[in-house]
């Protein structure tokens, strides 16, 4: 792909790099080996196949060049424009060898400090590297003696705090993962599930945001509109709204929780991204909690699912109303370990007045922006930016279609009833 390259026949790992800030949407899963990257000739690198959702795949390297194929923390997608087709993965039957190494680091009172690393092959094959992978503390009991258990092997370690030496003795207490993984299938099984992805979340149709866009709402205007003109309006409801159930801690300092009863709303972002166009969708409420001034109820916080319960964030943009985007340059340690919410029926929050607006009209294409207004205040939901061609321009709303005509720097707009169902995330981007 381009300036990256892996061989056919080469060896790689089934990889899943998580996903740790709330900005991410979901963990990348890869094959990782070795491979080659141009940069003033072709050297070594690891490169990684991430299988993306359009059938094809994009290839990947390491954000920091340090470790091997097996043993690399993050990895840097291609370009989102890029593509290769997918390869075959088949298994081995011989797995590459890579072993845990536990070095004596000393003896003091009370404890054995030993320190662990990996052994395994470098990026060329011909080496080896040995990354650490944590200190093991160990305490000791009457008579020196320690103990350790590693893949059903227990090791006893008497020490020698003078001569900081230990002496190590094994006995096999329990079969080992080895053992288990043949029995449930081995490489082949685990191929298997390892190609399994799960459904990838689709857009929802007529979802703009956080609001339920309804085309049959909106009245066009019958005048040409320049920069600032409204092409289209109407009143909207937002996608979906619940209610908290019960307070909602967040276990900080700020004393943060979103009290019983707060309405919250879902906002769902559609985003092309190198590793496969990604739909995220996370739940937005005001949070209450300590400040310099007092306690504030107004700071809007969103959550979505992590391991271990949910991570928030603060969006970049939007109103409490109405969040509109899934960045954010503002780090936030806020968790819940559930969301109690319910989800209503009906809009908890109320309609909002959405127009599509003209920024900009060149003579090669045309910047409009979508608002959402309430309470005199705009939230930037969506901006498109489309080619004119012949004169004119085409805006999908799923059942409908806006077709607007250039002429002289101004746009007129028509909507009509004849939709492929397509809609304006397709042809937009979050702010």
Known sequence: MGQVRMKAGTRVAFRRFTGRTALATQDIEAWCGSGEI????????????ILTPDGRANLATPSIEYGSWWSIASITPGAATE????????PVGDPTRIDLELVLDRVQRGQVKLRRRLVGPDVSGKGQVMPRA?????????????????????LTLTADTGAQAVAVASERVAPSLDAAFEEAGGFTRALEAAVDHPD??????????????????????????????VLARGMMQHARTARVTRDIEMGTALNARIPE????????????????DRTSRFWCAPVSALTVFGRQNDQTTCFRPSRDGFEGLWPDQGRSWLVTTNSSTTPVLRRASELPIEVSETDLIGPMDVRLEVQRI?????????????????????????????????????????????????????????????GLPAVGVYP
């Open 38 to 49: 141009n940069q003033w000739g072709w050297r070594p690198i690891v490169v990684c196949m």
């Open 83 to 90: 593509r290769i087709d997918r390869v075959e993965v088949l």
């Open 134 to 154: 944590g200190d093991l503390p160990l305490p000791l009991r009457p008579g020196d003696v320690a103990s350790y258990v590693y893949d059903g092997l227990a």
């Open 200 to 229: 990838e979340i689709q857009p929802t149709p007529f979802v703009v945001g956080g609001v339920r866009f309804d085309p049959t709402a909106l009245t066009v205007d019958g005048q040409a509109q320049g920069p600032r003109g």
């Open 261 to 276: 009863g707060t309405p919250a709303h879902e906002v769902e972002i559609f985003r092309p991204l190198a590793l496969g």
């Open 362 to 422: 060149t003579r090669e294409q045309i910047t409009i922006r979508v608002f959402a207004r309430r309470d005199d205040e705009d939230a930037l939901m969506l901006m498109i930016v489309r080619p004119i061609k012949d004169g004119r321009v085409v805006l999908p709303m799923w059942t409908h279609r806006l077709t607007l005509t250039i002429t002289d720097g101004k746009a007129l707009a028509v909507l009509t009833e004849d939709g492929d169902g397509e």
